[in-house]
């Protein structure tokens, strides 16, 4: 299903909110670059399997607003603390809440480490945008950018 134009004003937004609600001082490996290659991955998979371009890409513009470091003892809690972060963003932008859940749903299953399939469509489109900037050379240079930030070698 392709964005329509009030979809398109609406992933504009979550994408200025997202910006600014990315720390200055974000790890490489999670910034808001690697949160934009994510969402164009997410648009261009969405697209191509008709899943639903604005869950998708707005899940994809929110995933990374809370992001706790790999080495932490909670991080396999960091999907469900973005999600509980985007449903307060989400309310506060007076988003539908049946399109806001979809998209916390999203974001809350879609992370590695947390080890499951996701359900729905879009999530699965979340989670696999997400993986394919962990690969490549983008995925190397992320690996050592996470390496650095945890102060682990190679």
């Known amino acids: 299903m392709l964005a329509s134009d009030p979809d398109t004003r609406l992933l504009a937004r979550l ?22 290659r994510v969402a164009a991955l997410a648009r261009s998979i969405a ?3 008709g899943a639903d371009v604005l869950v998708a890409v707005g899940a994809a513009l ?5 992001n706790l470091p790999k080495d932490h003892p909670e991080s396999r809690r960091s999907g469900d603390l973005c999600a509980e972060a985007a449903a307060g ?8 809440p049946a399109r806001a859940a979809q998209i916390c749903a999203c974001i809350r299953d879609h992370g590695f480490s947390k080890g499951v399939l996701p359900e729905s469509l879009a999530a699965r489109v979340l989670q696999d945008a997400d993986r394919l ?11 050592f950018a996470t ?8």
Not at 15 to 35: G, I, N, R, S, Y
Not at 90 to 95: G, N, T
Not at 147 to 154: D, K, L, Q
């Open 47 to 49: 697209e191509a399997e």
């Open 89 to 96: 963003l989400l309310r506060a932008e007076a988003i539908d």
């Open 133 to 143: 900037d962990a690969i490549g050379a983008i995925g190397v240079a992320r690996c």
């Open 147 to 154: 390496c650095n930030a945890m102060r682990t070698p190679f």
């Open 62 to 66: 929110l995933h990374e607003l809370v």
């Open 15 to 36: 994408a200025e909110l997202a910006a600014l609600a990315m720390p200055a001082d974000a790890d490489p490996a999670h910034d808001l670059l690697h949160v934009r």
